[in-house]
């Protein structure tokens, strides 16, 4: 799903109104005062206000696309890949499993252009690393898995604890 459609998504039903007022970068809406706020100011989160021509306009933005001027901390591996070898979190929509990986995240690390990741292997209740030099011509792997074994997104670990 692209940005623009995942805010799309976002704002409902109110979208087809709301779009001449919604930054597609950032999702927010700055709604005028000549709009009636009463019923977006309960469904959206507030961001600020500030003076227009006529009143005070404000700015909201849907409750789940917080975060999103960062993308909640992830980055597109599309946009800029991590150092090799480093420990990432990695992400992959297709990762997602109810019983098994329920947020579709992986620990993982890029070696030269291959991604390693560690997959849960519920057949065996065990942990893997996967990699397409070892996956791709071992028939115990699925198609699924093969095809399956780069993340979309990635976020860096933080540090270890001080105490």
Known sequence: MTKEEKIQEAYG???EFLKQYVNLQTGIADIPSTT???????KYKH???WPDIIGFKQSLIPYQ??????NNGWT???DALPEEGFEVI???????DEDFNPKGVRIGFLNGNEWTTAHYWNYQDTYVTISHSNCDNDEEFSDEI???IDPTHYMLIGNPPIY
Do not use: H, P, Q
């Open 13 to 15: 039903e109110d979208w």
């Open 36 to 42: 009636n706020r009463s019923e977006y100011l309960k």
């Open 47 to 49: 961001l600020a206000t």
């Open 65 to 70: 696309l917080y975060g999103m001027e960062n």
């Open 76 to 78: 597109r591996v599309e």
């Open 90 to 96: 990695c992400f992959n929509e297709r990762w997602i």
């Open 146 to 148: 093969k095809d399956n």
